[in-house]
Each structure stands twice: as structure tokens, then as C-alpha cells.
């Protein structure tokens, strides 16, 4: 079968140093068993090294079906994947074989992170030079999705709410709940990037990222025994790249950054990785017509990004490292384009007054009513809130694939942020059974399946006219046929 004509060829984007990539044949071999995994057959696992490279080979076809090829990996940053078979091409054993290979290669990349050193700082930002110091809750509060962000100023205004009942005020209680989630949330982006070195503007665009791979099992010995010396590496490689052209940074400079501090410096366990956050931002930004927002980099090692803020102009981006690291850049614009869908259809503002409404309307029209039943009604109204949640997070990544063009490409992004999830419930690489569960969760966002599967049918040609009211159907479709087995 080696010999068999060429048929399909893609690549996987890897945050992983060539070095490291030459563990995946090991890792297949100890975590995955030949047979079971879902929708492929796999088996002959082969690993070379050739004048052409490294490369592992494997037999594979559907799990259920009579097709059968030769796959193999070139382990190189992107990883090339090529499908040989004397039997023609099998688009939906394609399908399956690539998020197969992306789901494992995400589980590789996580293990592959317990043995990695990671330093990020920002170039023309002295500060970011130095080791990361313990989060502040206080900007952490004000840096998360707007939905907890309205759950907590209610609780707030519970609080002031029982404080002001207590001293005889009970009748000016509701003013005051209302204004302080009307503080919080206008105040929100703008706290959360008060005065913080990760600030990214114009002048200090980039976040640079070097990446080493250290010895297994010594990371918590580099973290806990060589601080000191991390911390010198960490301030020369600021230094080295503040007074170099970018271009000249690679991982040999850095090697030799590293050997200078007394840690260990070989140039095939380093990878120096550049974003130029600003431009992302500002080009996103540009397509939806929007001004760039505030910008603010998370040393959150979790994939994800948020926009806060009440309205365009007091909006902030937030970005966290993980994102920086596991995201190509495309895959990047598609979930800050997602956001900023969010700040342009004015989200923050619809939740908002959706929250005041509703408050307003228990306490001046149906407490009383109420009684005993305060616990399950609260359960219920929150369940609605996040599910209305729903609507505007699915037009987000509607408007975001057909504003920026590449649907499929946002629908990667998600794979890669959930992958875990999506693998361990075995909705997505094989589907069946009931996921009504998955809909009843106190989550704003639809399933990962259903929004994946919606970019990834999506007609960027032929898009819906009313982004929202499609939304709004895909998603009360999605969740009363969710209880349906397939």
C-alpha cells in the first residue's frame, strides 16, 4: 500500500517544536489502542526517519466499510498528512481521519505542555520581563464573560439589597442594586486593564513566546528549584529581543540566552514564536467596522478571548497567552472577530437590560407571588438568561464566519479550545444518543457540536440575511431535536 498513488493531502497546525514532534509515535503507541478509535480503523503503526524526514505511517479506513489506505504524518511544523489508497479517494473517511488527527494531536500537545517552559513577554513593556506574578482577583473578576459578570453584581446587589433593607431604606434598595450592575458593567473592560503591563497598543503590538522543551519529569524542577535562573533567562531574552531586529530572533539566539543563565540550551527543544496581536485586532476590528478596542494580553494558559465593556467605545479585548499559543493566527482573527460581533450588535447591552427587566419585574410585580418558591424560580429565570445567551453567542460565530470568510476555519478554532470535550462525551467524532444534557447547562453557549457543524455547513456565498433570527431558529431546533437519538 506504500506504493499506492497519492489521493488526499492536508495539514494539522501544532504549537510543537520539531523535537517534540518526534514523540508522537511513542505517544500514539501507549495512549491510543489500534481499533477503538472512534469512526477508524487504524493499524501497522510505522515510524522512519528519511532523506525526505521524519514521518509515522499507518493503515487506516473507515471503521465500518471495506476502504483502506496508507496514512502518513510528516512530523514537521505544520504536520503534512498524506492518504494513499488503491481504491480512489473516501471524502467522509477524510472527514473522519482529520478530526481523528486533530483531537489526537491536541491530547498530544497537552502532554507535551507538562514538559514545556513557556515565557511571554511584550516587547517595549519592561515589566512583562518578569516572572509571572500571582493573578489578581480583582482584575480577574472584571476580565470574564459578561454573563458572570451580571450574576455577580446581582449578587453585589443582594448584599446592598439586605444592607439597605436592615438601616430602613428597602424602598431605594432596587436604585441602588440597578446602579451598581449598571457601574460594574460599564466599568468592566476598563478595570480589568487598569494599569496593566500586558496592555497592547500600537507601539507595543507583539507578544513574543519562547517555548522549550525540557526533560521529562524536570518542569517542576525548573519552576521550583531553577526560579532564579529562569528569571535571569527570562529578563536577557526581553533584553536581547528589545535590542535586535525581530527577524534575527531564533531559537539558536535564544539557546544561547538560556546556556548563558546556567539552565541547559539546545536549539532543537526551542521554538520563538511572534504575534502581532495589534494588527490581528485591527484588522478584525477594520471588517466590522469598529474602532480598536482596548487591548489586554491574560497569562491564562486556557484558550480563550472575551470582550468587555458596556459599550464600543469602553470596550476591552482580552486575549490570554493559551490562545496565542494553541491557535494559529487565522484561527485567532476568527475568535476575536467573534467578539467583536458581540461589541458591534450591541450583546453586553441586550443582557444587560434583559437582567434589569426581569429584577424589576419580580420586585415591583410578582414577589409577593413568589413565596417559598424563590430557589427554583431563580434556577429557572438564570437557565433562561443563559439560554437567550445562546442565540447571541450562535449569531456571533455566524457573523464572524461570514464577516471575515472562513467559517471552517472558526469551526477549527473550536475543535482545537474543546477538544477535550468534544472527545470525551463522543458527540462529535461519534455521534449518538440523547444530548439533551448538553443544552440544559448554565452555559451561554450552544453544545460545541452544534456550533461546529453549523460553520462548518455554512454558505459563505449564500449567508442568512438576519444573522439573529437565524440563530434564534438553528438553536430552538437544535434543542428539541436534542433529545432525539442518532
Not at 507535551?112 to 518578569?130: C, D, H, I, N, Q
Request: glycine share 8%; net charge positive.
Amino acid at each position: 500500500m506504500a506504493d499506492a498513488p497519492l489521493v488526499h493531502r492536508f495539514n494539522i497546525d501544532t504549537e510543537l517544536a520539531h523535537a517534540q514532534l518526534l514523540a508522537y509515535p511513542k505517544f500514539i503507541r501507549e495512549h491510543l489502542a489500534f481499533g477503538r478509535i472512534p469512526g477508524i480503523k487504524m493499524g501497522e503503526l510505522s515510524a522512519v526517519a528519511s532523506p525526505q524526514g521524519h514521518y509515522m505511517e499507518f493503515t487506516s479506513g473507515p471503521e465500518r466499510g471495506t476502504y483502506e489506505g496508507t496514512v502518513r504524518l510528516y512530523l514537521e511544523r505544520p504536520i503534512r498528512v498524506e492518504v494513499r489508497s488503491t481504491m480512489g479517494r473516501d471524502e467522509g473517511f477524510e472527514k473522519q481521519l482529520g478530526n481523528v488527527l486533530l483531537m489526537v494531536t491536541q491530547f498530544f500537545e497537552e502532554e507535551a505542555r507538562k514538559s514545556t517552559l513557556y515565557m511571554a513577554f511584550v516587547p517595549g513593556s519592561p515589566k512583562t520581563a518578569e516572572l509571572r506574578r500571582s493573578k489578581s482577583l480583582f482584575r480577574a473578576l472584571f476580565s470574564g464573560n459578561m454573563v458572570n459578570l451580571f450574576l455577580l453584581s446581582i449578587l453585589i446587589g443582594v448584599v446592598v439589597l439586605s444592607i439597605m433593607n436592615s438601616i430602613g431604606l428597602r424602598d431605594y434598595a432596587p436604585i441602588a442594586m440597578i446602579g451598581i450592575m449598571l457601574g460594574l458593567v460599564l466599568s468592566a473592560g476598563r478595570i480589568s486593564s487598569w494599569r496593566s503591563p500586558w496592555r497592547i497598543t500600537p507601539s507595543s503590538r507583539e507578544v513574543v513566546i519562547v517555548q522549550q522543551n525540557v526533560p521529562e519529569g524536570m518542569l517542576k524542577h525548573y519552576v521550583e528549584e531553577y526560579r532564579d535562573r529562569v528569571r535571569v533567562a527570562k529578563e536577557r531574552a526581553y533584553a536581547l529581543y528589545a535590542g535586535c531586529p525581530p527577524e534575527d530572533i531564533c531559537a539558536d539566539k535564544m539557546a544561547e540566552v538560556f546556556a548563558g543563565a546556567g539552565l541547559p540550551g539546545d536549539k532543537k527543544d526551542f521554538l520563538v514564536r511572534r504575534t502581532d496581536v495589534y494588527s490581528i485586532v485591527e484588522r478584525v476590528a477594520a471588517k466590522f467596522r469598529l474602532s480598536v478596542p482596548a487591548i489586554v494580553i491574560s497569562q491564562d494558559p486556557r484558550p480563550n478571548a472575551a470582550a468587555t465593556g458596556f459599550t464600543k467605545s469602553l470596550a476591552t479585548m482580552i486575549i490570554t497567552i493559551g490562545l496565542l499559543v494553541q491557535l494559529e493566527e487565522d484561527e485567532v482573527e476568527l475568535v476575536v472577530g467573534h467578539e467583536l460581533s458581540h461589541l458591534r450588535s450591541g450583546d453586553p447591552v441586550a443582557l444587560f437590560s434583559l437582567v434589569i427587566a426581569e429584577y424589576l419585574a419580580r420586585v415591583y410585580l410578582y414577589l409577593e407571588y413568589i413565596g417559598v418558591f424563590w430557589l427554583p424560580y431563580l434556577l429557572l429565570v438564570f437557565w433562561g438568561i443563559f439560554f437567550f445567551g445562546k442565540f447571541l453567542e450562535s449569531r456571533a460565530d455566524l457573523e464572524a464566519g461570514i464577516v471575515l470568510g472562513r467559517p471552517k476555519v472558526m469551526a477549527e478554532s473550536l475543535k482545537k479550545i474543546g477538544f477535550r470535550r468534544l472527545v470525551l462525551e463522543e458527540r462529535f467524532l461519534e455521534p449518538g444518543g440523547s444530548r439533551f444534557g448538553e443544552w440544559m447547562r448554565f452555559d451561554p453557549h450552544p453544545p460545541l457540536y452544534f456550533r461546529i457543524q453549523r460553520l462548518e455547513s455554512l454558505d459563505v456565498a449564500n449567508p442568512p440575511k438576519h444573522p439573529f433570527l437565524s440563530s434564534v431558529r438553528a438553536v430552538a431546533s437544535g434543542f428539541v431535536n436534542s433529545g432525539r437519538a442518532r
